[in-house]
């Protein structure tokens, strides 16, 4: 049977074939449509529980949150039982919020507010606690040391379930803009002159008269007063910061002979912990240098850590050093890139007892030249001399090809779920926005590889 046509209003009626259908007669009125009505009320009996479906990601990530220990947080919170003051946001549920959020690639507070209202998952999450983008704005960069916490706790319950194992560990860099702009740098002389507009905003701003017909409330009046106040602690660490990289520079020449310029040294007015460093589509942007570590097997994150230097050089041996004191276990190798293979670092790392797969800089020009790359020089150390040697081996080189398929992988899925630039200012928040997306990334991580492992048990 050939289906109706849709039909509207405004069209004329359609051509009925008489071999098909009878002929509509010429009396008839106009067609008979069902027509949406948006208007009439309703009542339906279903709960929140009832309209998210059963195998929903919300649910797996309440489930994760509800097991971990949160006593530290529930400890910070003054309102308690049989005395006054409002009661507080489960931080349960805020933290669940942030962790479903973080997963589908949303970091504005704003945004996860408006979703709270109108989509089913955040509803179910919430549960009916009405949640402001400031409270989740300030959950979401207050409690790092907590973060970092919970992702060593969660590793360790991961680790005991059996689907993390500390074997190969690869280590990359993932750069990340900040929440500066280029034009936001200046030197010392326009630091101190902004320094001074700044202080005398402040006085200003403090000796106004509330009285006055043409003042502000006092509402908006405190809101200037903490604007003012906020950039002149910004311009006020920017001349610090500054102060710290000009030592930094001076260690550098007297070093490695590298010259500078003391006057052309420039410091963010709007993030003073922000550098300028190169980004990965070749151009040269204010951001931050975020370093993941992850296993090759099973490919979860077990090291984070955020700087604002725009080398990776000097990054392995602090992370070898933290994936061990997370985990318990010392990796039984790190796979890094050219970048990482100072030779420092390496030394350090091998007679700490982890062998290091990282390629020879230079290595093909060596070889060019006569030179076998994979001998020993005469001021390398045992373990730079174990490094040369290993690398030259056909098994090293196939352990190595692992790297890019685990870090390169990793930092591809946080750069999915939005970690291309940062909304907060200063490395110790960058570094909490960073801890939720390796929070998410664990977790999603941990139900793709229970899921392959209960196939494997089917099968």
Same mark, same amino acid.
């Given at each position: ?31 008979? #449509? ?27 990530? +309440? ?34 919020? +942030? ?24 509803? +179910? ?10 409270? #989740? ?67 200003? #701003? ?136 100072? #030779? ?47 690398? @030259?081996?056909?098994?090293?080189? @196939? ?36 801890? +939720? ?19 494997? @048990?089917?099968?």
């Amino acid at each position: 049977m050939i289906p109706e046509p849709l039909l509207f209003p405004d069209d004329p009626p359609p051509a009925v074939p008489p071999t098909d259908r009878a002929a509509r007669p010429a009396t008839a009125g106009p067609p008979r #449509l069902r027509l949406p009505q948006r208007h009439q009320v309703e009542f339906r009996s279903a709960s929140l529980d009832q309209l998210l479906p059963p195998d929903h990601e919300a649910r797996l990530v +309440w489930a994760f949150v509800d097991q971990l220990d949160l006593s530290a947080l529930l400890r910070q919170i003054r309102a308690v039982a049989h005395h006054p003051g409002q009661p507080a946001n489960d931080p349960r549920l805020l933290l669940a919020v +942030w962790l479903y959020a973080t997963t589908q690639g949303v970091g504005s507070a704003r945004e996860v507010a408006r979703l709270c209202e109108a989509h089913i998952a955040y509803q +179910w999450l919430c549960g009916g606690v009405p949640l402001c983008s400031k409270s #989740l704005s300030d959950f979401r960069i207050a409690h790092t040391t907590r973060l970092n916490d919970l992702l060593t706790q969660s590793l360790a319950a991961m680790m005991h379930e059996g689907l993390v194992e500390i074997q190969r560990v690869a280590q990359d860099g993932l750069r990340v803009r900040a929440s500066a702009g280029a034009s936001s740098f200046r030197r010392k002389p326009t630091l101190r002159r902004c320094l001074e507009e700044a202080r005398a905003q402040v006085a200003a #701003l403090e000796n106004q008269v509330d009285e006055d017909q043409g003042a502000a409330s006092r509402r908006q009046q405190a809101a200037r007063e903490r604007s003012a106040r906020e950039r002149q602690q910004r311009l006020e660490k920017a001349l610090r910061e500054r102060e710290q990289l000009a030592q930094r520079r001076e260690q550098q020449q007297q070093e490695k002979g590298k010259a500078y310029d003391p006057d052309e040294l420039r410091v963010s007015t709007t993030d003073p912990e922000a550098r300028r460093m190169k980004m990965p589509d070749g151009g040269t942007r204010p951001g931050y240098n975020v370093q993941l570590a992850t296993t090759t097997a099973g490919g979860f994150i077990v090291g984070v850590h955020v700087t604002n230097s725009g080398s990776d050089g000097g990054q392995l041996q602090p992370m070898a050093e933290q994936v061990e004191k997370r985990t318990g276990q010392k990796p039984q190798a790190m796979l890094v890139d050219g970048g990482f293979t100072t #030779l420092s670092d390496i030394e350090h790392v091998e007679q700490d007892g982890i062998p290091v797969y990282g390629p020879i800089k230079a290595e093909a020009k060596k070889k060019a030249q006569g030179i076998d790359p994979h001998q020993p020089r005469k001021k390398d150390g045992p373990g730079v001399s174990a490094w040369r040697a290993r690398m @030259g081996t056909e098994e090293a080189k @196939g352990i190595y090809r692992l790297r890019a398929q685990t870090a390169e992988w990793a930092n591809a899925g946080v750069r999915n779920r939005g970690l291309y630039q940062v909304r907060v200012r200063g490395l110790h928040k960058v570094l909490a926005v960073v801890l +939720w997306h390796a929070l998410a990334h664990n977790l999603l991580r941990a139900v793709a590889v229970r899921q392959a492992k209960t196939a494997e @048990g089917t099968a």
